[in-house]
């Protein structure tokens, strides 16, 4: 693509190209721009590129993406459900984009795929992201779950709706987080604001420290099937 301004949606729609590269000064992928394209191994940007929300949807052998100082923004979803997306890597000397395990962070939000959940134990969270939003694809269940999300001290909140995994871990002791029994609580304890999805506890005691429980806290858990609320709760 030489000096293409946009790539509109459905633009590429089940076509059989292995390669895209974009040169010129500036290029953006529409939303749905490449669905289907069960051919494509490789995206390219050689010239300026932006990629809107789920620009690649389903190109399921695009393994992953190579990111550069070509690009000028990149949607956290630019890439749904191609079932081998592994993840992103960032060219060598190119510290412009928030990486972690493969995993990008765009203004904290983050995205995991299928592939990703399936092949890796434990998220390790970026440093320097104070406020984080992890989302999976639909279609994941018990099945792709992984082992933990691991908190640094720089975390002050954390948004892990629907995602399938076990435990919260702290790597460092923080002033506003940490985790008891994989559960995520304020750091004084008095508030529980989260319990992993596939949390491992059939009965679980809610300690009494806790006078507040956090709104979707408990929300799709799915193995606990008794919840004892504490003395203050």
């Not at 998220?123 to 691991?150: N, T, W």
């Not at 799709?220 to 609320?229: D, K, P, Q, Y």
Request: aromatic share 10%; net charge negative.
């Amino acid at each position: 693509l030489q000096d293409v301004g946009a790539v509109q949606t459905y633009a590429f729609q089940l076509a059989d190209c292995a390669e895209v590269v974009v040169r010129g000064s500036g290029t953006e992928i529409s939303e749905e721009a490449f669905p289907g394209c069960n051919a494509l191994t490789s995206f390219r940007a050689e010239g300026k590129v932006s990629l809107k929300s789920g620009a690649f949807g389903n190109c399921n052998a695009l393994e992953g993406i190579e990111l550069n100082e070509n690009y000028q923004s990149i949607a956290y979803d630019a890439v749904l459900n191609c079932r081998n997306f592994a993840g992103y890597t960032q060219e060598e000397g190119c510290e412009k984009f928030v990486l972690s395990d493969g995993v990008l962070f765009e203004e904290g939000k983050a995205l995991l795929s299928l592939y990703w959940m399936q092949n890796n134990d434990m998220l390790v969270l970026p440093r320097g992201v104070p406020d984080i939003q992890l989302f999976c694809e639909q279609s994941a269940s018990q099945r792709e779950g992984f082992s933990s999300v691991l908190l640094n001290e720089d975390v002050q909140s954390i948004s892990a709706r629907g995602v399938p995994f076990i435990n919260y871990e702290l790597a460092e002791e923080s002033t506003f987080l940490k985790a008891e029994q994989g559960i995520l609580f304020s750091a004084d304890g008095t508030k529980l604001l989260s319990c992993p999805k596939l949390h491992s506890e059939y009965e679980y005691a809610v300690p009494d420290t806790v006078t507040e429980i956090a709104d979707y806290a408990f929300e799709g858990v799915e193995n606990i099937s008794f919840v004892a609320l504490g003395a203050q709760t």
